[in-house]
């Protein structure tokens, strides 16, 4: 089986930073495009930035000019370093995943989309 874990969520001060990690382990076949959105209480789940394998990266709009996506291909990890960070960044955050991995059967099978549990992110004073 394959798992997305995050990591580095909490309560953090409005303008501070913040940096988000998730990693992917498991039976692995292909790790593609991965990325980050958020659930915010009472609101849609909304992509915040994705990263292909290549280094090319999507943000939403709420991510534009705060938050950086990057990735380390060689450790399956995804990151999401978040800045000058505000009360409405308040959110779950979940990890996503396009790839591949095989079954306990050996049977190799494609997700496009691969969640997280989530980490909570709180930015209040």
């Known amino acids: 089986q394959v798992q997305l874990v995050e990591s580095g969520g909490g309560l953090v001060q409005p303008e501070r930073s913040l940096r988000l990690s998730c990693a992917a382990s498991?039976?692995?076949?292909?790790?593609?495009?991965m990325g980050w959105y958020r659930q915010a209480p009472g609101k849609e789940r909304e992509l915040v930035a994705s990263i292909t394998t290549d280094g090319n990266t999507n943000y939403g709009d709420s991510a534009k000019g705060r938050f950086t996506v990057s990735r380390d291909n060689a450790r399956k990890t995804v990151y999401l370093h978040m800045n000058t960070l505000k009360p409405e960044d308040t959110a779950v955050y979940y990890c996503?995943?396009?790839?591949?991995?095989?079954?306990?059967?050996?049977?190799?099978?494609?997700?496009?989309?691969?969640w997280g549990k989530g980490t909570l992110v709180t930015v209040s004073s």
């Open positions: 498991g039976r692995i076949l292909s790790l593609n495009t």
């Open positions: 996503n995943a396009d790839l591949c991995y095989y079954t306990t059967h050996d049977t190799p099978i494609c997700q496009r989309e691969y």
